[in-house]
């Protein structure tokens, strides 16, 4: 099974920037679609940047031209870069992957394997 640990979680005012990191072990993720899904307290996990085995790239508009998400397959790790964060995008952020190379929905049910999470935290 392919195990999914984030890195790089933290507190910022708004307006600055966060990297996350997310490393895949147990398989080679080159295949994989992956994702992030920020969950909010009391709220449900809701996707917002997909990244398929070919590097297109799909992002929700409330993070679109803010936040980009890539992969690098030689190190087997997921990023998503951060800029200009607002407090409305405080949340744990769970990195996800599927074993389908072309899979665009942001729809957690259709993600076989999950990270732990890490904290984001903005502030005003």
């Known amino acids: 099974d392919v195990e999914l640990r984030e890195s790089g979680g933290g507190s910022v005012q708004a307006g600055g920037s966060l990297s996350l990191s997310c490393a895949a072990s147990?398989?080679?993720?080159?295949?994989?679609?992956m994702a992030w899904f920020p969950q909010a307290p009391g709220k449900e996990r809701e996707g917002v940047a997909v990244?398929?085995?070919?590097?297109?790239?799909i992002y929700v508009d409330s993070v679109r031209g803010r936040f980009t998400v890539s992969r690098d397959t030689a190190k087997d790790t997921l990023y998503l870069q951060m800029d200009s964060l607002k407090p409305e995008d405080t949340a744990t952020y769970y990195c996800?992957?599927?074993?389908?190379?072309?899979?665009?929905?942001?729809?957690?049910?259709?993600?076989?394997?999950w990270g732990q999470g890490t904290q984001v935290t903005v502030s005003s």
């Open positions: 996800a992957a599927v074993d389908r190379p072309y899979e665009r929905s942001l729809l957690p049910a259709l993600f076989e394997y």
């Open positions: 990244i398929v085995s070919s590097g297109s790239r």
């Open positions: 147990g398989a080679s993720i080159r295949e994989f679609s």
